[in-house]
């Protein structure tokens, strides 16, 4: 079964509203996950990299203000997409280290397709 | 900045057809993955190689890694329908600690095998 899941997988939100995604770490603690976003037929690039306590490091060209990430604990962390336009729409998926039981194994969650209209 | 590069993007393959793909990455790294994406979906693990020479078999699927070289391969073997997917080489870059599960990415291959 899953190890890292994401909710919800779809969602569908007006231009300007927020919308909320969460990855779970289901079995393992997770100091660290990754946001990444896929168009489609496109590859994964990476948004930021969520760190348990404190804030996230986001990659060059990603509006931090628009992609919030909250790590609050060591098996959960969100992004929020604000004020959300049809350009934000797109595939976004989690993925988090299990250090104990496979340090070398990346779990993905199952991904979140958001539309914006 | 790290570059990893795919070849090719698109094969489209016979059913028990052999074929290769190539997985090309631009800095130092020991950790290289594969993965599986099908249409509207997540990625699904294949192979994570650690070392130079290492090679990992699983079904019609062998992967393996060349540090030296910079070159990841993953080898199709008499290819059937299922084995149509995405299939993705990441890297992870090399600066230790929780960066290991920062990735960079291939631009994916289409692999669509036909009767």
């Known amino acids: 079964g899953a190890v890292v899941s994401q909710h919800p997988s779809r969602v569908i939100c007006k231009s300007g509203t927020s919308v909320k995604i969460e990855c779970r770490s289901l079995?393992?603690?997770?100091?660290?996950m990754f946001w990444y976003r896929q168009f489609p037929k496109k590859s994964l690039m990476l948004m930021a990299t969520?760190?348990?306590?404190?804030?996230?490091?986001?990659e060059q060209g990603v509006e931090k203000d628009k992609f919030l990430i909250n790590h609050a604990s060591l098996t959960l962390s969100t992004l929020t997409v604000t004020s959300a336009h049809p350009e934000d729409s797109s595939f976004y998926i989690c993925?988090?280290?299990?250090?104990?039981?496979?340090?070398?194994?990346?779990?993905f969650g199952e991904g979140s397709w958001l539309t914006v209209v | 900045e790290l570059k990893v590069e795919q070849n090719p993007l698109f094969l489209s393959m016979q059913e028990g057809k052999n074929y290769t793909i190539y997985c090309n990455y631009s800095t130092t790294s020991d950790r290289l993955y594969w993965y599986r994406q099908d249409p509207g979906k997540s990625l699904e693990s294949l192979f994570v190689l650690l070392s130079n020479g290492a090679v990992k078999q699983e079904g019609r699927l062998m992967a393996s890694l060349d540090t030296k070289a910079r070159l990841s391969t993953l080898h199709i073997t008499a290819a059937v329908h299922d084995l149509s997917a995405t299939y993705f080489c990441?890297?992870?870059?090399?600066?230790?600690?929780?960066?290991?599960?920062?990735?960079?990415f291939g631009q994916g291959t289409i692999l669509t095998v036909h009767p």
């Open positions: 969520s760190n348990e306590g404190s804030k996230a490091t986001y």
């Open positions: 079995d393992f603690q997770a100091t660290t």
């Open positions: 993925s988090a280290r299990d250090r104990g039981r496979s340090g070398n194994t990346i779990y």
């Open positions: 990441a890297v992870a870059i090399s600066a230790g600690g929780t960066s290991y599960g920062k990735l960079t």
